[in-house]
């Protein structure tokens, strides 16, 4: 298990890089300015562009769920290990954007979270926090012996 749970975070830490490098491509092609909310890019976004990033979050989604099946034996760690390696690329989602771009500046900075089935806005502490306490949790689980 601890094998699954190492290359699953490798896994998330390159997949959250990955959307970072996307994100950043985004918004300099796109001509949006590095802001503190990303409340306003949403009603920038051309409606096109917001229908094809839907379609990459649900990319995003389908990829975590189908490594997390092939990685699991059984429907309880299916679950913990599709939690595990999206806590990853949640939390590193942030920091490679942080890397790429100096945003967010602080973690009182709102972020679209998701945009299906409609736009999520909430500060990046609320997602950061969340991601931190399932790795931590997960993490607290495996050493205990109970998964």
């Not at 490098?21 to 590095?34: I, P, S, T």
Request: glycine share 4%.
């Amino acid at each position: 298990m601890l094998c699954k749970l190492l290359l699953l975070a490798v896994f998330g830490l390159a997949m959250a890089h990955f959307e970072g490098v996307v994100v950043f491509y985004l918004r300099k092609v796109l001509g949006l300015n590095d802001t503190v909310s990303n409340r306003e890019s949403v009603r920038e976004f051309p409606k096109r562009y917001l229908y094809i990033e839907m379609t990459r979050e649900a990319a995003t989604i389908i990829m975590l769920v189908a490594i997390a099946i092939l990685a699991g034996s059984t429907w309880i760690e299916r679950g913990i290990l599709f939690l595990w390696t999206f806590a990853f690329w949640d939390l590193f989602y942030y920091l490679s954007l942080y890397i790429l771009t100096g945003w967010p500046e602080n973690l009182k900075a709102t972020d679209v979270l998701f945009l299906i089935p409609v736009p999520w806005i909430a500060p990046v502490w609320l997602p950061v926090g969340i991601s931190s306490a399932t790795i931590i949790v997960i993490a607290l689980l495996f050493l205990f012996n109970i998964i």
